[in-house]
């Protein structure tokens, strides 16, 4: 079983950055892909960016590229979300996620891909 926490929320205002972490314990050596998704009110969750804990790949939604950047430390079994230039729309809870099996990139995006989830953290922006 793996366990994961977020951590990093909290309020900032427009233009503004914060850094969320996942970390990830338990047999985290089952996990292969982690991912980060959104929920804003009265919304459905969303994509937001994925990566591949061992070896090469990263994804991220159009929303945020060029915004956000993820990112991870395997010692640590901590994935990251950097996020700068935060706009209200990106105001929602953050979630993170890990996958059991290895998926190809093309469905990162796939709640259904993911098997374990964090318990969310929420980021607000406003002025």
């Known amino acids: 079983q793996v366990q994961l926490v977020e951590a990093g929320g909290g309020l900032v205002q427009p233009g503004g950055s914060l850094r969320l972490a996942c970390k990830a314990s338990?047999?985290?050596?089952?996990?292969?892909?982690i991912g980060w998704f959104r929920q804003a009110p009265g919304k459905e969750r969303e994509f937001v960016a994925a990566?591949?804990?061992?070896?090469?790949?990263?994804a991220h939604a159009d929303s945020v590229r060029g915004r956000f950047a993820i990112s991870k430390d395997n010692a640590k079994n901590t994935v990251y979300l950097q996020m700068n230039g935060l706009k209200p729309e990106d105001t929602a809870v953050y979630y993170c996620?890990?996958?059991?099996?290895?998926?190809?990139?093309?469905?990162?995006?796939?709640?259904?891909?993911?098997?374990?989830w964090g318990q969310g953290t929420q980021v607000s922006v406003s002025s």
């Open positions: 338990g047999s985290t050596t089952s996990t292969y892909v």
């Open positions: 990566i591949r804990r061992s070896g090469g790949g990263i």
């Open positions: 996620a890990a996958t059991s099996r290895s998926i190809i990139m093309g469905i990162v995006d796939r709640e259904s891909a993911y098997d374990y």
